[in-house]
Structure formats: structure tokens, C-alpha cells
């Protein structure tokens, strides 16, 4: 079991984040992370911490998911897969899901304001302050929306970077059973990657937020670069 707790020298961090967003937090999202709640015991999470949010970029199959689920169990961030979401409401026979479905399988995009409710709701329903959310923005109108929407940008941003043949090769292998894995779909996830989810990329590589991490070899071999990126924000190190 990891334990939720941060270092002293998070909160420098934290409170650099605050005066960066000042302009564009107001109060809407951040209410929820700022009303006091006390303590339940010494060294558990406080809800009075301001947000820390990593957006996890790359095309389909770059390893967004895999590298996530390492980074949870060493730094104890939640993992919000955008795209688990959307196949969670699917599931659950909710009033959007026939639309989600079809859109999942032409690779197209879901309206911005469903997915970040989505994305939201988990956040405000969470104890913790550090998240993860994969695969999501995948378009400029996405990041947009989300900033307005939720009046706060991202700390950092992670950008797997993985030639398309391997992408391919990794998604046609997955065998999860996803109604998108499959050749056609993923030739047209693939065009709507470059044309939508690159200038994204390309965004918050000129805010000087990208870390860009080279999404080949194996799990452990990219998790090596990943790892830095998390250990020099100085968050405690949960479990090694
Ligand atoms: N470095 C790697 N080498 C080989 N296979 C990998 C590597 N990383 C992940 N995989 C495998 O590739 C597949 C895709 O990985 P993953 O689901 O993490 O990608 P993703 O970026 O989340 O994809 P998507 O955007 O489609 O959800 C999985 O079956 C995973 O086990
Ligand atoms: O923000 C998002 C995230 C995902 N989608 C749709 O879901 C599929 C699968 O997403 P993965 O991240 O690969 O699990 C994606 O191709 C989109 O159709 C979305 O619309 N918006
Ligand atoms: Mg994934």
C-alpha cells in the first residue's frame, strides 16, 4: 500500500502553480480542493491542497495506460483514463452511450463537454490532489474547453513518443477486446492523432510544459525516463 503524503517541499510547488493559474482559476473547479476540511489523521492527504494535474499525451498504443499504472504505484497519483471513462459510461447504458460507442468506433472525438464532465466529476470525488489524465486533450478545442471549463491548465505534460508501426503492432496485440482495436479503426485513430491531438502537443511544448518521453523499448526501459520527470518534482516517493 502506498501512503498519500508529500514532501514539505510540495507545497512550494503547489503554491508556484497558484500564483502561475491566479488569472484563470476563478474559483470555480479549485472550490472543491480549497474549502477546509480537517485533518483525519496526521500524514493523510489534505483537501485544502491546490490540484497537481499531469495530462498524459501519445497516440493509440504509445503505452499512455502502462506507464500510467507504474507512475500511480510510485508517486500515488490517481489515473484518469479519458477514454475508460467514456467505455465506463458505455457499460452502463447511460443516455450518451450509443453516441459514445459509434464515435469510439469511427476513432472521432467526443464532445468536450462530456468528456470533461466526466473527467470532473472523478476529480471532485477524489480524496487525492495528483492526477494523471490520459488521453485527453486530444484536440485543441478539448484543451480549450477544459481550461475554461474547469479555469485551471496543467502542471506538466507527458508526450509518449512511439513510431506508428510499433503503435499499430502494440494495439493489434492488446487483446482487450476494445471495439477500436482493430486496423480500420486504428488507421483513422491514427490520422485524427496527427491532425487534432499534435498541435496539442505542440501547445504546451511552447508553454515549456512537455516532457517528451521516447516511447520505444521496453516498459521498464521508458519508465527510466519517465521516473525523473516525477522524482524531481520532489513528491515523496511512495514505493521504489
Ligand atoms: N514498451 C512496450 N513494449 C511492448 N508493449 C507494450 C509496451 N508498453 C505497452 N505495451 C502494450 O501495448 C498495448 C498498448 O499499451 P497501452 O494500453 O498502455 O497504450 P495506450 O497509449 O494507453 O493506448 P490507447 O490510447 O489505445 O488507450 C498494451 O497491450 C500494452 O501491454
Ligand atoms: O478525451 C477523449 C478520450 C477518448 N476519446 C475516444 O475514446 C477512444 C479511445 O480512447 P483511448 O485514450 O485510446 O482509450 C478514442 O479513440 C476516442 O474515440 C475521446 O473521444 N475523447
Ligand atoms: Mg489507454
Redesign the pocket.
Known amino acids: 500500500m502506498w501512503r498519500r503524503v508529500v514532501s514539505a517541499s510540495h507545497f512550494t510547488f503547489a503554491h508556484k502553480s497558484i500564483a502561475n493559474n491566479k488569472d484563470v482559476c476563478k474559483l470555480k473547479f479549485w472550490e472543491a480542493f480549497t474549502t477546509e476540511i480537517p485533518l483525519k489523521e496526521k500524514g493523510t492527504f489534505q483537501r485544502d491542497k491546490t490540484p497537481f494535474i499531469t495530462f498524459v499525451l501519445?497516440g493509440?498504443?504509445?503505452?499512455?495506460?502502462?506507464q500510467c499504472m507504474k507512475i500511480v504505484e510510485n508517486f500515488g497519483f490517481t489515473h484518469l483514463s479519458a477514454?475508460d471513462l467514456l467505455r465506463r459510461e458505455i457499460a452502463s447504458n447511460s443516455a450518451d452511450g450509443t453516441m459514445i460507442l459509434n464515435t469510439i468506433k469511427e476513432g472521432k472525438i467526443v464532445p468536450s463537454e462530456l468528456t470533461i464532465r466526466l473527467i470532473q466529476k472523478e476529480m471532485e470525488s477524489s480524496d487525492n490532489y495528483k492526477f494523471l489524465i490520459?488521453?485527453f486533450p486530444r484536440s485543441e478545442e478539448n484543451r480549450i474547453a477544459f481550461e475554461q471549463i474547469m479555469g485551471v491548465e496543467p502542471d506538466i505534460v507527458l508526450f509518449?513518443d512511439c513510431p506508428e508501426d510499433e503503435m499499430v503492432k502494440?494495439?493489434l496485440?492488446?487483446n482487450q477486446g476494445r471495439v477500436d482495436d482493430n486496423i480500420v479503426t486504428i488507421k483513422k485513430r491514427l490520422k485524427v492523432f496527427d491532425a487534432l491531438n499534435l498541435p496539442v502537443v505542440k501547445y504546451y511544448m511552447e508553454k515549456g510544459k512537455l516532457y517528451k518521453i521516447k516511447?520505444v523499448?521496453?516498459?521498464d526501459e521508458?519508465y527510466k525516463q519517465v521516473y525523473p520527470v516525477f522524482a524531481s518534482l520532489n513528491f515523496e516517493q511512495v514505493r521504489e
Open positions: 501519445g493509440p498504443g504509445s503505452g499512455k495506460g502502462t477514454g490520459d488521453g509518449f502494440r494495439v496485440n492488446r516511447a523499448g521496453t516498459v521508458i
